[in-house]
């Protein structure tokens, strides 16, 4: 049950402040509503109760303020890191703007809007419009509006559209812009993923509207950004846009592609790391490779998935480990590339950009290893201090000649449990050390390091 005129109630607002004030528990709190509300609206407020204290993390607003969605929507939308660093993206398509003979302010037509997550910190100055096919995420929309946009209520109406996106782009730059409806400068999508049955629901390409559709909705906009997985296959992504992969020191959640005048790095690819609250951390960019988007779709095939492995003669294979490094032995150091660096495929030119020894151990596993330790955050660096093949005694006595009791276990090329594996070495000692199973060249191999903070 969607009710959004209960959940945006003063009754109903009022007694979930009240709720968490007092710390009520579950019971408590059913006890509570069925005095007052049927069993049918007593489960929707349950339900939107324990979204409450996400949707506030979230978004960053203030521990009294409400918005309104279900927990898919939720899930959907962007956070305020990404949300607040995106929106420097639209600063210089309001300069653009200014820059013409246009005086009004621009227009975005947010596309696949759901509860508006991709509008809330856009900057002020543009006039969002959220679309949807969907009355419920447009009913959303217009409360949030009200609520992280300062959109009046009583005109909420005229910033949502209800309808297929794709119809709608092709209406924008039609003669029709009429003032109920004027004509968008911009666009941002977020195509959603299909989930048709019998169809493999992890297939990246399985987007409403598709990556195509994208492609020819933004042919109706001066320029826009679209949303895709992360791993979509980047020999996808048309010419003249720009790639944009943002995510954390410890993940990779975004992947844009920008069209038209939001492009600026067109035929680029740029990886952002961002903190909490959306300040940039780092971020790196390189022209787009075009023997590496050449590749047929045999050569491709080996970084298309995250399979560990067992066997010399076997190919072990990550989708974020494609990487034109050269091949060689075990240097001083060991790296592990930032999440953005891995799914941008970027991490081999950032680290031969600082050490031209930097180069892989093992076909497709991503870490490097070089002679001094490769730039942070880029990279997590690890001093080697000894190697040996993967069997109890000899990990164990590796462990035991470096005072090793405290131990964390990193793995890719080999499958193993590492807290059980942790737990079977019985590490004793003073030191603590972080040990890499992988491969060397294909074979199994123990390294232990020492975290290298510089």
């Not at 890191?81 to 005086?103: F, M, P, T, Y």
């Not at 779709?297 to 989708?319: A, C, F, P």
């Not at 059980?420 to 972080?434: C, D, H, M, V």
Request: charged share 30%; glycine share 6%.
């Amino acid at each position: 049950m969607f009710a959004p005129q209960l959940l945006t109630s003063t009754a109903v607002q009022d007694f979930i402040r009240d709720a968490f004030k007092r710390k009520m528990d579950a019971l408590q709190v059913s006890t509570h509503l069925a005095k007052e509300f049927s069993n049918e609206e007593r489960a929707a407020i349950m339900d939107y109760m324990a979204l409450v204290p996400k949707f506030r993390e979230k978004f960053g607003i203030g521990n009294t303020a409400f918005l309104v969605c279900d927990k898919l929507a939720l899930e959907q939308s962007t956070a305020q890191d990404i949300g607040r660093w995106k929106s420097n993206l639209w600063e210089h398509a309001c300069q653009a703007n200014k820059n013409s003979d246009e005086s009004a302010p621009p227009i975005v037509h947010d596309l696949c809007c759901g509860m508006g997550g991709d509008s809330f910190f856009l900057p002020k100055e543009l006039t969002a419009i959220g679309v949807d096919l969907d009355e419920h995420r447009l009913a959303m929309y217009r409360y949030n509006s009200g609520v992280m946009r300062n959109v009046p209520q009583e005109s909420s109406d005229a910033y949502t559209i209800l309808g297929d996106v794709r119809e709608i782009a092709k209406q924008n730059d039609s003669e029709s812009a009429t003032l109920a409806r004027p004509k968008a400068d911009f666009f941002t999508i977020d195509p959603a993923r299909r989930a048709i049955e019998g169809e493999n629901q992890r297939d990246l390409r399985n987007l409403t509207p598709t990556f195509e559709e994208v492609i020819e909705i933004s042919k109706h906009y001066k320029g826009g950004m679209a949303k895709i997985p992360p791993g979509y296959p980047i020999s996808e992504i048309p010419r003249g846009t720009e790639i944009l992969y943002i995510g954390s020191r410890t993940d990779c959640r975004e992947c844009l592609v920008l069209f038209g005048k939001l492009a600026q790095n067109p035929d680029h690819v740029r990886a952002v790391m961002v903190d909490k609250t959306g300040n940039e951390i780092a971020s790196w960019t390189f022209t787009r490779d075009e023997k590496r988007e050449a590749r047929n779709e045999s050569e491709q095939s080996q970084y298309d998935h995250n399979y560990e492995l067992e066997g010399r003669d076997r190919v072990y294979r990550t989708s974020s480990s494609e990487s034109d490094l050269p091949l060689g032995g075990i240097s001083k150091f060991i790296a592990e590339p930032a999440p953005v660096l891995l799914r941008s495929h970027l991490f081999g030119a950032v680290a031969l950009a600082h050490d031209e020894t930097t180069h892989l151990i093992s076909p497709g596993i991503a870490y490097v290893t070089s002679e001094k330790p490769l730039p942070s955050p880029a990279f997590a660096n690890y001093e080697i201090l000894e190697s040996s093949e993967i069997s109890t005694g000899a990990v164990r006595a590796m462990l035991k000649s470096h005072d090793i009791g405290k131990l964390t276990l990193k793995l890719r090329g080999v499958k193993v449990d590492p807290d059980q594996e942790i737990k079977r070495l019985k590490p004793k000692g003073k030191n603590a050390a972080t040990l890499f199973y992988t491969r060397l060249d294909g074979e199994k191999i123990a390294i232990l390091t020492r975290r290298n903070e510089l």
